[in-house]
């Protein structure tokens, strides 16, 4: 089974610094899907940015990009010039292509980000 | 507007006392899955649904039902609820086929079982 492992339940960032958000994963499969959702107090499920296993470039999303590391399992999202509204828990989660798994999503326990005026 | 609905948002209840969180997209999906929220352990799948019929168990079933007679609906049924049931619970759908589209997320169900 995939384990998705987030090891910071908690980080802070100034206000338009950057902060980057640690995730790996582990997994034996070859062919997968790695996501960032962001979850703000609202609750609501918001998909920040998608990774395809295969594409060795890292994916970026306006100020969001990531540095995926397929060989370290790390998955890790930087956040460039942080606004509060960017203040939220993010989950990182692993998708298996659909043959594998019936394609679960594997979520990380979370790491709550905090943006300091 | 495509969306996820899922009713109730919230409900307080007591042991024992069946259940039913209702699930419902139109986007026309075939993947439809359940997810609780509990602090520290992220998000769990419950159960999930391929297509009409098509069920199986996640990483966290016990205690819990689905069925999919629609291919719309996704009810999530508590038979006998029990205190370590109390959790945010989320539904999702996505196309099957699919792993690189996101899954689209109801806004939650906070249960509380007393």
């Known amino acids: 089974a995939q384990t998705v492992t987030q090891s910071q339940p908690e980080m802070s960032v100034q206000e338009a610094e950057t902060v980057t958000l640690s995730c790996t994963y582990d997994?034996?499969?070859?062919?997968?899907?790695l996501f960032w959702y962001k979850q703000p107090p609202s609750r609501q499920m918001i998909l920040v940015i998608r990774?395809?296993?295969?594409?060795?470039q890292n994916a970026t999303e306006n100020r969001f990009s990531v540095n995926f590391q397929k060989a370290a399992k790390s998955f890790s999202l930087k956040i460039s010039d942080s606004q509060l509204g960017d203040a939220a828990m993010y989950f990182c989660?692993?998708?298996?292509?659909?043959?594998?798994?019936?394609?679960?999503?594997?979520f990380g326990e979370g790491t709550q980000l905090t943006v300091n005026p | 507007e495509a969306q996820v609905t899922q009713n109730p948002r919230y409900l307080i209840t007591v042991t024992g006392k069946k259940l039913t969180v209702t699930c419902s997209q139109n986007?026309?999906?075939?993947?439809m899955s359940w997810y609780r929220q509990d602090p520290g352990l992220g998000l769990r799948q419950i159960y999930y649904?391929?297509?009409?019929?098509?069920?199986d168990k996640g990483d966290v079933p016990e205690g819990y039902k689905v069925s999919r007679k629609e291919k719309r609906n996704f009810p999530l049924i508590l038979e006998s609820p029990s205190p370590n049931q109390t959790s945010l619970y989320f539904c999702?759908?996505?196309?099957?086929?699919?792993?690189?589209?996101?899954?689209?997320f109801g806004d939650g169900t906070r249960l509380s079982i007393l």
């Open positions: 989660a692993y998708r298996s292509a659909p043959y594998n798994s019936g394609s679960r999503l594997t």
């Open positions: 649904s391929m297509n009409v019929e098509v069920t």
């Open positions: 990774q395809e296993a295969y594409k060795q």
């Open positions: 997994t034996s499969e070859s062919d997968y899907y």
């Open positions: 986007m026309n999906h075939e993947y």
């Open positions: 999702a759908s996505s196309f099957w086929g699919a792993s690189n589209q996101p899954q689209h």
